[in-house]
């Protein structure tokens, strides 16, 4: 009889990284030989969800974790900055810009610490943080794991949540993070937790689903938008530091393209309260007139293929990052480049150097980039057959 990998994440809600961690791990380990011949495996959010549409997978809620996990299976937090997160925040993603300032309202007249318990009630959590499982929460045999996580919110936590968050952990059976500081902070916290540091599952996104694939996925207008009139950059950008650089971000990416002839086409990644960036976009794309594009994103793989298609990608979202990297493109604007051994080539530029930097970057070999991209999958990847062959030990 086939035992459950019950993944959970935050794939209950429009995020384009968040969508794309339980589609990444399920193909990746299924195909390691022998994996799918003992595990089946299904997905979990805070609530359930159906975002197919979108081309994300179905996912089952928080109370239905509880109740289908069985002796045997293995609980899977699947990614995401989620080490360091609260039922009230992750609340507020889930809902619409006015439900969500409401929400907003009653926890300044209520309190945080009684906002934070109602958000627990509302999703019918049994742990103080929402991706904090301990394997004592199920009965029988569970074992809980941990890959492509992040935390670096935790060094801002009191002394007392950041013990409890360690403690929990300590009984995970495999905790893998993608970025030095997360594990610094967890080995600080406890010296004795086993800690691995990989690059984010993402970076796998060209081996399961290469370019051919997304173009296939990917809808008409999109496919069009991208072939149509020569090659590109992709710009994209987190509502608040847009809004507080608006004007010198349209002077740099007028710069940009006229300087590198390249098109500029504006890529929408996130969908949810205070993360939204498609409004932020529509707002500069009508600003810029007829230099700028947005792009009519339809599903996550509309993101992908464009920005695999791009030759350039200038933006603030970090799988944005990873998947022009990892498919070849010159990657700016995000500090993880750091733990990827590129900060050298790549370092995070501010506002008023965007175009100068992506220039000098475009002069880059693209066999560099190739090669590093390799190594980053290849790291992944062993990642991946380490947790598979942790996930078939017990």
């Known amino acids: 009889m086939k035992r459950q990998l019950r993944l959970l994440c935050s794939c209950d809600r429009y995020n384009y990284g968040d969508l794309l961690f339980p589609l990444i791990t399920r193909r990746a380990l299924l195909e390691i030989p022998g994996f799918a011949d003992q595990f089946g495996c299904d997905q979990y959010?805070?609530?359930?969800?159906?975002l197919q549409a979108f081309g994300a997978l179905p996912s089952k809620g928080m109370r239905d974790i509880y109740k289908e996990t069985e002796d045997g299976d293995v609980v899977l937090l699947a990614g995401g900055e989620n080490l360091a997160q609260t039922w009230f925040l992750m609340h507020q993603t889930l809902l619409g810009e006015d439900s969500a300032r409401k929400l907003s309202f009653f926890k300044d007249r209520l309190g945080p610490s009684l906002a934070e318990r109602l958000s627990r009630w509302r999703f019918g959590g049994r742990q103080p943080?929402?991706?904090?499982?301990?394997?004592?929460?199920?009965?029988?045999?569970?074992?809980?794991?941990?890959?492509?996580?992040?935390?670096?919110?935790?060094?801002?936590?009191?002394?007392?949540?950041?013990?409890?968050?360690?403690?929990?952990?300590?009984?995970?059976?495999?905790?893998?993070?993608?970025?030095?500081?997360s594990a610094s902070i967890l080995r600080e916290l406890k010296l004795t937790l086993s800690v691995d540091v990989s690059p984010d599952c993402v970076f796998l996104l060209?081996?399961?689903?290469?370019?051919?694939?997304?173009?296939?996925?990917?809808?008409?207008?999109?496919?069009e938008l991208v072939g149509d009139g020569g090659e590109f950059l992709c710009f994209q950008c987190h509502p608040r530091y847009g809004d507080a650089h608006r004007e010198e971000l349209k002077r740099q990416l007028v710069a940009l393209a006229t300087q590198s002839g390249?098109?500029?086409?504006?890529?929408?990644?996130?969908?949810?309260?205070?993360f939204n960036d498609a409004?932020?976009?529509?707002?500069?794309?009508?600003?810029?007139?007829?230099?700028?594009?947005?792009?009519?994103?339809?599903?996550?793989?509309?993101?992908?293929?464009?920005?695999?298609?791009?030759?350039?990608?200038?933006?603030?979202?970090?799988?944005g990052v990873?998947?022009?990297?990892?498919?070849?493109?010159?990657?700016?604007?995000?500090?993880?480049?750091?733990?990827?051994g590129l900060s050298?080539?790549?370092?995070?530029?501010?506002?008023?150097?965007?175009?100068?930097?992506a220039l000098r970057s475009m002069g880059w070999e693209n066999q560099f980039l190739r090669e590093h991209a390799t190594r980053l999958r290849n790291a992944a990847q062993a990642n991946m057959q380490r947790l598979a062959e942790c996930i078939l030990s017990g």
């Open 279 to 319: 409004l932020f976009l529509e707002s500069l794309g009508a600003e810029l007139g007829s230099s700028a594009r947005i792009v009519p994103v339809a599903s996550i793989y509309d993101v992908a293929y464009t920005l695999a298609s791009a030759q350039l990608f200038c933006g603030t979202s970090l799988h």
């Open 262 to 274: 390249l098109r500029i086409l504006l890529i929408p990644i996130g969908r949810i309260y205070s």
């Open 344 to 357: 050298q080539h790549f370092p995070q530029a501010p506002v008023s150097e965007i175009a100068e930097h």
């Open 45 to 50: 959010g805070m609530r359930r969800s159906d």
């Open 206 to 223: 060209p081996d399961l689903f290469p370019k051919e694939d997304l173009a296939q996925r990917a809808s008409p207008k999109v496919k």
């Open 129 to 181: 943080y929402p991706y904090i499982l301990s394997p004592d929460q199920f009965g029988g045999r569970v074992r809980v794991m941990y890959n492509s996580m992040g935390g670096w919110p935790l060094r801002h936590y009191s002394p007392e949540a950041q013990k409890a968050i360690v403690d929990v952990l300590a009984k995970a059976a495999f905790i893998s993070v993608r970025e030095v500081e």
């Open 322 to 340: 990873i998947t022009a990297l990892t498919f070849g493109d010159d990657p700016k604007l995000d500090n993880n480049v750091k733990g990827w």
